[in-house]
T-cell receptor, first 110, second 113 residues
């Protein structure tokens, strides 16, 4: 069955540094991969979608890569700020509805 | 902006009750989804619907049913609530099931006593 692993449950980094979150998947060949942000007590909010033929996608301080050979996506937040503290979910998808990873809780410390 | 509205933020019910959770979206999306989210288990898909009166089982449909009589409204029904259905329930909608962003409501925290 499909398996999605996000590198760690929690990640703490210093303000101003680059946060890198990892999403690995197995038994799956997704054509797309999405990243979401979720704040406590709120629903997830869509951030970025990357297609299998795109190596990299950027949006302001966010960058996503998608390596179909390694079956991995990396999500980077540059110049991180305390307001970036949240849980980040990856969701590979193909012909079926999204399957979400369990998320990585990022804490940016001032 | 897309708005997905869930009828209640918090709900407390008793075991054996029939529970209705309502979700409304205002963007004419074809697809709607119900998830539950539990600590350590992440988001799990219960049911989804790709059109009015159409429904598909997700990963954990047991104990639940759904209804989609109008395009904008998707209801989740707990036929006979049990304590293991205490959870955060999230509704989402999208144009496509897999390659378009999903827009989520803020969830209903349901407690079954």
């Amino acid at each position: 069955s499909q398996k999605i692993e996000q590198n760690s449950e929690a990640l703490n980094i210093q303000e101003g540094k680059t946060a890198t979150l990892t999403c690995n998947y197995t038994n799956y060949s997704p054509a797309y991969l999405q990243w979401y942000r979720q704040d406590p007590g709120r629903g997830p909010v869509f951030l970025l979608l990357i297609r299998e033929n795109e190596k990299e996608k950027r949006k302001e301080r966010l960058k996503v890569t998608f390596d179909t050979t390694l079956k991995q996506s990396l999500f980077h937040i540059t110049a991180s700020q305390p307001a970036d503290s949240a849980t980040y979910l990856c969701a590979p998808s193909g012909n079926t509805p999204l399957v979400f990873g369990k998320g990585t809780r990022l804490s940016v410390i001032a | 902006d897309v708005k997905v509205t869930q009828s209640s933020r918090y709900l407390v019910k008793r075991t054996g009750e029939k529970v209705f959770l309502e979700c409304v979206q205002d963007m004419d999306h074809e697809n709607m989804f119900w998830y539950r989210q539990d600590p350590g288990l992440g988001l799990r898909l219960i049911y989804f619907s790709y059109d009015v009166k159409m429904k598909e089982k997700g990963d954990i449909p047991e104990g639940y049913s759904v209804s989609r009589e109008k395009k904008e409204r998707f209801s989740l029904i707990l036929e006979s609530a049990s304590t293991n259905q205490t959870s955060m329930y999230l509704c989402a909608s999208s144009f496509e099931a897999s390659n378009q962003p999903q827009h989520f409501g803020d969830g209903t925290r349901l407690s079954i006593l």
